[in-house]
């Protein structure tokens, strides 16, 4: 594929960012195998600072860019994953929410998962879009008024902004696939069945689509 045709899937890193919460999302991105257009998606990470930082698993991560370089323009898609420090010290991660919000406006979709979902209740953003998370009582204790709009589902996504809860990587990967265009619905349908419902049958029809 002509390198000036690929997109970029921003994905936020930060100390303690909960792993599991985005390795299917983001390896299925990068990896081309059963997409649509195999390779029109970089996957390029973005640090508060240029810092490195550790994962919750303890992995490394040197982020490729920083959050003053990132512009909406030049991306996909931002995906945020779980950290303690959403939670622990939210101010930490307020440019970030923030970011979400310009991100938002400029009509540019933003995944959020777990704790992610807590910083983007505080910035106003659940408000007026439909959303989930780990609890309706997690979000509640922001102090938000989006409750009206909560949604008892594993991912929801709603004018752009795609949530999940903790527990619902795969589903949170699922709600990202169908947002970025990635797999034709029946592959999508395929690579659910396998990854969620240990469906032996639904890797042959991988195969078959590929």
């Not at 899937?9 to 792993?19: F, M, P, R, T």
């Not at 390779?39 to 919750?56: E, F, K, N």
């Not at 370089?69 to 030049?74: I, N, R, Y």
Request: net charge negative; proline share 5%; hydrophobic share 45%.
């Amino acid at each position: 594929m002509n390198t000036e045709s690929r997109k970029t899937v921003h994905l936020a890193v930060y100390e303690g960012l909960a792993d599991w919460e985005i390795g299917h999302a983001v390896s299925t991105i990068r990896s081309g195998e059963w997409q649509r257009t195999p390779g029109r998606y970089d996957v390029v990470t973005v640090g508060l600072s240029g810092a490195p930082v550790t994962t919750m698993g303890g992995v490394t991560v040197l982020p490729d860019l920083t959050l003053t370089q990132l512009k909406p323009s030049s991306s996909a898609m931002l995906i945020l994953p779980g950290a303690a420090s959403w939670d622990v010290d939210p101010e930490s991660m307020t440019s970030l929410a923030s970011a979400a919000g310009i991100f938002l406006d400029a009509g540019v979709p933003v995944a959020a998962i777990c704790g992610a979902t807590a910083g983007l209740a505080r910035e106003g953003l659940l408000d007026y879009r439909d959303h989930t998370s780990s609890a309706p009582e997690y979000l509640l204790a922001t102090g938000y008024t989006g409750a009206a709009r909560y949604r008892n589902a594993l991912a929801v996504t709603d004018d752009g902004l795609i949530t999940a809860g903790s527990t619902a990587p795969i589903e949170f990967a699922r709600e990202i696939f169908a947002q970025l265009d990635l797999f034709t619905p029946r592959t999508l349908d395929a690579w659910y069945r396998l990854h969620a419902q240990h469906d032996a049958g639904a890797y042959f029809a991988l195969m078959e689509g590929a």
